[in-house]
């Protein structure tokens, strides 16, 4: 329809419509910000590029505002999972005391581990901390093996010989046929290269651990390998789903009996997430944690964010990524003071658009 039942004409691309004083129509000359979106630049870079330029600034100076010096977007709170060789270990992990004792108890046993837990409750970030901080001590020589589907037989016994090399547990090339930059030539002679390697280490009581993530993952035709790194003297770390140990158990029993299982991460309370986020901001602004109060996020916000996540530490991060990242819009939009800015449940439905109002 071209007009209103009074004859007037609907808005037009260009401008805003209405009446004037005498009835006629004029028209708002001020740029209609919408269609210049949809033109120009803005065409040119893209509908996702566009908002890339305009977006990302905000953060930055949201995260400056609150007295961290970020030079990119992971370097804000709650990106820790994008670089998780950056991650501080009281993040995730330390709030399952039982699990941390059990665990490193084995570890001192010598004992071949299994940690069973859901998708996103600290697996991946545990396997980061015992890899950084096991592979710093002189007593433990660590492998890892993040993308077990990637990872062929020779590749597992390699990346124990290139760990244990790197930490001066050197084979003797004379045991071998043909060696190259310190790894056997034949695979069959890649174990053992292992076996020598463990033993050697062992006479320092010095374990050689290899960490292997997504046990659920891993291709059959690596079981039989794994196991057999294992029976060389290698100790097992070994992380999952369920469903990877109940894999583990079904094609590869003898394995799956040798493994401690330590099953479910304990989920975050409120008062965990509370020190999370209090974790997260002073780790971002190079403090010291003290046990402080969590800046921006009211106590109803934790709530909150409890009970959308049920404490799964994945989740809390992307929720309170999430709303740190809303938090940045609406100070970024309003103009206020970095102190009046708090972080409320009511935020998460409050609407972002960086176009105006219609």
């Known amino acids: 329809m071209d007009g ?3 004859g007037m004409k609907s808005t037009n691309v260009d401008g805003f419509q209405g009446k004037d004083k005498n009835g006629g129509s004029k028209t708002d ?4 910000r919408f269609v210049e979106m949809m033109a120009g630049d803005y065409e040119k870079e893209g ?4 908002r890339f330029a305009e977006i990302k ?3 930055l100076s949201f995260g400056r505002a609150l007295g961290g ?3 990119h977007l992971d370097d804000l709170p709650f990106t820790e999972e994008s670089g998780t060789e950056k991650m501080p270990e009281p993040l995730y992990v330390r709030h399952d005391e039982e699990m941390l004792t059990q665990l490193t108890s084995w570890l001192l046993q010598g004992q071949h581990i299994g940690l069973v837990s859901p998708y996103g409750t600290g697996k991946t970030a545990l396997r980061e901390i015992a890899a950084r901080d096991l592979g710093d001590r002189d007593d433990f020589v660590v492998a890892n093996v993040k993308n077990p589907n990637a990872t062929t037989e020779r ?4 990346g124990v010989i290139k760990a244990a090399r790197d930490a001066g547990y050197k084979i003797d090339p004379e045991n071998y046929w043909q060696v190259r930059n310190g790894i056997p030539w034949a695979t069959a002679e890649t174990r053992d290269a292992v076996r020598e390697t463990s033993q050697k280490a062992r006479k320092d009581d010095t374990t050689v651990l290899l960490i292997v993530d997504e046990i659920e993952d891993l291709p059959t035709k690596l079981l039989s390998p794994l196991q057999t790194t294992g029976d060389l003297g290698v100790r097992l770390f070994l992380s999952g789903t369920p469903e990877g140990k109940e894999r583990l158990h079904e094609f590869r029993e003898t394995l799956d009996s040798r493994v401690r299982y330590y099953e479910e991460i304990n989920p975050f309370s409120p008062a965990d997430i509370a020190e999370y986020i209090a974790r997260s901001f002073a780790y971002f602004c190079d403090e010291s944690y003290d046990g402080q109060q969590p800046p921006l996020f009211t106590a109803e916000a934790i709530k909150w964010i409890h009970d959308q996540t049920d404490g799964n530490p994945r989740e809390v991060r992307l929720e309170c990524m999430d709303l740190f990242a809303r938090a940045a819009f609406v100070w970024h939009r309003s103009g206020h003071d970095i102190g009046r800015i708090n972080i409320t449940p009511a935020l998460r439905h409050r609407n972002i658009s960086m176009a105006p109002p219609d």
């Open 4 to 6: 209103d039942k009074n």
């Open 29 to 32: 000359e001020r740029p209609n």
């Open 47 to 50: 509908v996702f590029s566009s």
């Open 57 to 59: 600034p905000i953060l």
């Open 69 to 71: 010096q970020p030079e």
């Open 155 to 158: 590749g597992l016994y390699e």
